[in-house]
């Protein structure tokens, strides 16, 4: 019975060994871990430019570098189509396609024409928005998950996230073309996709997969794209602030009789007057130099990156390291579903209170346009909450919500305010909810108690003592709350600063890092890795169920043979080498399953949480008859940004297979 059949009829909870006729692999003893960094160096490949892409929850943009010229970062053309009290530097993530599942439109060009469809038409189009959370919220993320459209029809999400990526992909394209004059092609490229470091590594995978079909590099061609994380993107642009270009929340003492928190206030709008100047110039200058900030850190001094954006927020620990000022993660990214999305829930929750759940629900089905009306004119004065604000925010009731809910409930809007109880909320008569500022406060502190929760956590983790700086970036810490929340909790504790583009922080450090990718120099593992392997079995030390006797050998089966350690320092392009020799020396086919697991200690592969996340398979047939007894099997694992590429080499022969480590199709 050959290897081949049976390796396919295990299941990750079987036992390998015993379900296989074939005995399957032995570490050789002593089991040694070569650590080679430079051992397959890719050559670099020259791109005319990087294309940074931030696919966020809410928004999205792209921004670029040519890399003759890379102290200019420049930030797309302006969006037709921009909302009122929202900069329009990013369009909004949300995507149409036809009934007939075609492409359309994207950003505001889809949100319009969406808008713009008659009831009747638009109940067959396609809309999605806010999809990007999908990926982090999915436990078993597959090829095939699902997306499901505002109509309510299921598209999969890998052709939705292809179609968005393949969109910023020709408008970056034509916008290099129409700048150079002559066509661009993609191979001149390269890509740049942020993720949230919290992701988990099938999602991250998910991403690429998605630029592939998108055609922004090959699995031939990897190198092409890079998958960023954020707050390490984040990172690398604060490193270069000047003075000017960031405000400190910390410490402030009182100026001109006003208190610290007036100051925040003044701040940004003064902050907020110089990006508005800015905003016509596209594009940033970014000094090559370290900023002031960055030059009062010291060799092993620690800071914190907290990427606030749409629909997650992200924690990343940083340790300086000199001369040239790498960084190095000191504690694994942490965080959670804490976006400014949930701001938007609080407020849907609110309107279900005043006007039933039942209404709600079906006024999102009967008019999506209008509901996406509605949201867009809370997103702008959301934008509008401050700690300070004694004025109350109004927001605009569609026409035809007035109109739905009288026909739904058979009295008005204004009889349902009268009846709910919610004294913060009141009824205007030119048609508006007039919220207080306290109301409008009220929604965003379910989302903030939650991330300052989450922070005072990481705060009290041994590995994060004596942090020096706090970076608060992304487009949710553009929020004067979030600010003021975050500097009066660990404003004593650390000093709180915040860039002044805070939105573009992102996308401008994604492009920095796409020119220069060796600035991040170590990462934790987010999982452990291994080998399924045969040890010898000892008695009192393995578990008598794992014993299998082959030809007079007592064997212990299902080992897990370790590679990496979850949250273990793992250098970028380090490659982990282990050796191993089959069971059987007259075995014509090895078979190398590779598991990973979110737990550090992990002895057997049958233990719960153990997946199987790729498989070599080493063909030794009609190889010379002159090989040594014990044939050694070389395994070596090389970490790279998302990419984890697994080899096998058979000594005596030199033959080789290799692998992507896989979470998608296990």
């Known amino acids: 019975m050959s290897a081949e059949t049976d390796a396919v009829s295990t299941s990750a909870y079987s036992s390998p060994a015993k379900s296989l006729g074939d005995p399957g692999i032995t570490p050789l003893s002593p089991s040694h871990i070569a650590k080679d960094s430079d051992a397959d160096d890719a050559v670099e490949q020259l791109f005319l430019v990087v294309v940074a892409i931030d696919f966020g929850t809410t928004s999205s943009g792209y921004a670029y570098s040519f890399t003759k010229e890379p102290e200019c970062i420049h930030v797309m053309r302006r969006w037709e189509g921009g909302d009122p009290g929202v900069s329009n530097q990013k369009t909004p993530t949300t995507i149409l396609l036809t009934p007939e599942r075609k492409f359309h439109s994207f950003g505001y060009a889809a949100r319009d024409f969406y808008h713009d ?48 990526l393949q969109f910023f992909k020709e408008q970056a394209l034509k916008e290099l073309s129409d700048q150079g004059g002559s066509d661009f092609e993609n191979n001149e490229v390269r890509w740049v996709i942020t993720v949230p470091a919290i992701w988990k590594q099938p999602a991250k995978q998910f991403m690429r997969q998605a630029a592939y079909k998108a055609g922004m590099a090959s699995p031939e061609n990897p190198e092409q794209l890079i998958i960023a994380l954020e707050p390490e993107a984040a990172s690398i642009y604060c490193r270069k602030l000047r003075l000017h270009q960031m405000i400190e929340l910390s410490n ?21 007057e110089h990006v508005r100047r800015n905003r016509q110039s596209r594009t940033f200058m970014v000094e090559n130099v370290i900023g002031e900030i960055w030059s009062e850190l010291e060799e092993g001094d620690r800071y914190i990156v907290v990427d606030s954006g749409g629909g997650t927020v992200d924690m990343t620990v940083h340790q300086i390291r000199l001369p040239e000022g790498h960084l190095k993660e000191l504690y694994k990214a942490t965080g959670g579903p804490y976006g400014s999305l949930g701001v938007d829930y609080e407020f849907e929750k609110l309107l279900c209170k005043i006007f039933g759940e039942d209404f709600i629900e079906q006024f999102k089905i009967k008019r999506p346009a209008a509901w996406v009306d ?22 605009t009731l569609p026409f035809s919500f ?7 409930r058979g009295h008005s809007v204004e009889h349902a305010l009268r009846k709910s109880n919610v004294d913060f909320v009141k009824w205007s008569s030119q048609g508006m909810l007039r919220m207080s500022p306290d109301a409008m406060n ?13 922070l005072s956590e990481v705060f009290d983790k041994p590995e994060v003592t004596n942090v020096k700086f706090l970076f608060l970036v992304g487009g949710f810490a553009e929020s004067p709350l979030l600010q003021q929340a975050v500097q009066s909790a660990f404003g004593s504790r650390c000093r709180v600063i915040i860039p002044q583009d805070v939105g573009l922080t992102i996308l401008k450090g994604a492009v920095l890092f796409g020119l220069d990718p060796a600035v991040i120099k170590v990462r934790r593992s987010p999982l452990t890795y291994g080998v399924g392997v045969l040890n010898r079995f000892v008695e009192g030390k393995h578990p008598a169920e794992k014993l299998l006797v082959k030809d007079g050998t007592r064997w212990c089966t299902d080992v897990f043979d370790k590679f990496i350690s979850a949250d273990q320092s793992v250098a970028l392009g380090e490659t982990v080498t282990r050796s191993y020799t089959p069971a059987k020396p007259s075995q014509l086919v090895i078979v190398i399953n590779i598991y990973s697991s979110e737990h550090d200690s992990v002895s057997f592969i049958t233990e719960p949480g153990v997946r199987k996340c790729g498989t070599l398979r080493l063909d030794l047939t009609g190889t010379d008859a002159s090989v040594p007894n014990r044939r050694e099997i070389k395994t070596l694992m090389q970490f790279g940004d998302t990419e984890i590429k697994a080899m096998a080499v058979d000594v005596a022969t030199s033959k080789s297979v290799k692998v992507g480590i896989d979470f998608l199709n296990y």
Do not use: C
Request: no cysteine; hydrophobic share 40%; proline share 5%.
């Open 252 to 272: 402030r003492a009182p100026v001109n009789g006003y208190s610290p928190s007036d100051t925040i206030g003044t701040a940004f709008t003064q902050g907020k």
């Open 442 to 454: 009220a929604l965003f502190k379910p989302t903030i108690d939650q991330i300052v929760q989450h």
């Open 402 to 408: 007035i109109d739905y809910y009288k026909k739904f």
């Open 117 to 164: 469809l008659d009831p009747t038409e638009s109940k067959h189009w396609l809309y999605f928005e806010k999809f990007k959370m999908k990926l982090h919220t999915t436990g078993n993320l597959t090829m095939e998950t699902d997306l499901t459209a505002a109509n309510g029809k299921k598209v999969k999400a890998l052709e939705i996230f292809a179609y968005a």
């Open 374 to 395: 509605l949201m867009i004119a809370f997103e702008s004065r959301k934008r509008a909450a401050a700690p300070d604000r004694t004025n109350p925010l109004n927001i």
